[in-house]
Structures are given as C-alpha cells and as structure tokens.
C-alpha cells in the first residue's frame, strides 16, 4: 500500500466538514483539525471553521503527508500493513501515541514517542514483524477503553472508532 493509498483510506474514513461540541479537535474538515490547519497555515492559531471549512482536499492531502507521514518519520516503516496502523492511528490519537504504541509492540522499555534509531533497530530485528500491526492495533484499543473511562462525553465517537480500527484488520 503506498502513501497515497493509505492517504485515500483516511479520507474515506474522515469524510467531510464537522463541527461536533464534543471533539475535542474542534472544527474538522477531510480529518485535519483547526489547530493542524492553522499549523500549515502558519497562522501561529488554530485556523477558524470557516477557513476549515472551506479548505480544499488536496491541502488535507498535503497535511496527511507532512504531517502524519514524513514528520513522524512514518515513512521509514517499509511494511506497509503497519505504517498504515501508525499513519491511521496518528491521525485520530496523534503520531506520539501512534510511535508509543509501536514501541511497547516492539518490547522498548522507554517508549518515548519518535521513530529513531533504536526504534528502527528493534523493528529490523524484530522476530514476528507481520504480528506488529494487530500489537499496534490492540494498543489502539486499550486507549480507546482508557479514554472513554477518563472522559465519559467521548463515548459519542467509541462506536466509530472501534468500528474503524476493527475495519483496519481487513489490511492487516
């Protein structure tokens, strides 16, 4: 799967403009939040939701790739069943948490949320790198748990997010 593909995956997942009091991202247009837009932008502030909401996709596009690709160095994982896990999982629960989770799949001790060099290691050693997906993906789930548990008002999202990373399998 290459970039743009998983990128068209996102999309389809993320759909358009939305405006919901309970995300915490704020307005959301094609999955890029206020606060992405504004960073792109370089407007030093979340951009407003008029502006989200006017935003063109191939700007989302070029936001996905920056931002959830290369400046996370995603784009050095060559599988690409878990840089899909990773670059899907950074977009709803950020590229931190995302890398976090591969490194607890990976067994590192001090998880510390970048791909360097001891995350690249361990990866190229790794002895199952075709179970690393789901390990990710299982992390994904416990979060989604811990969330809801400490914020009950995201328990609108629970079913889409379960449901999403559950149609993630189907890749992996």
């Known amino acids: 799967m290459t ?20 995300d915490r991202g ?27 909401k006017a935003m063109d996709v ?18 050095r994982i060559t599988d690409d069943k878990l840089r899909l896990i990773l670059v899907d999982s950074g977009v709803l629960h ?14 590192m001790d001090r998880p510390d949320g970048r791909i360097g060099t001891e995350t690249l290691a361990k990866l190229a050693s790794h002895q199952a790198p075709d179970k690393l997906p789901r390990l990710v993906l299982g992390h994904r789930f416990q979060a989604i748990a811990e969330i809801v548990k ?10 889409g997010w379960i449901n999403r990373a559950v149609s993630l399998l189907d890749y992996v």
């Open 94 to 107: 950020g590229v931190k948490r995302a890398t976090i989770w591969l490194q607890l799949a990976l067994g």
């Open 150 to 159: 400490k914020q009950p008002t995201q328990i609108v999202f629970l079913l």
């Open 26 to 52: 704020g307005p959301t247009n094609f999955g890029i939040t206020a606060a992405d837009y504004g960073r792109y932008l370089k407007k030093g502030a979340p951009a407003t939701a008029d502006e989200v």
């Open 58 to 75: 191939s700007v989302a596009r070029k936001i996905y790739e920056e931002s959830y690709i290369k400046d996370p160095q995603f784009d």
């Open 3 to 22: 970039d743009d593909e998983i990128i068209n995956l996102v999309l389809k997942h993320e759909g358009g403009f939305t405006n919901n009091p309970n």
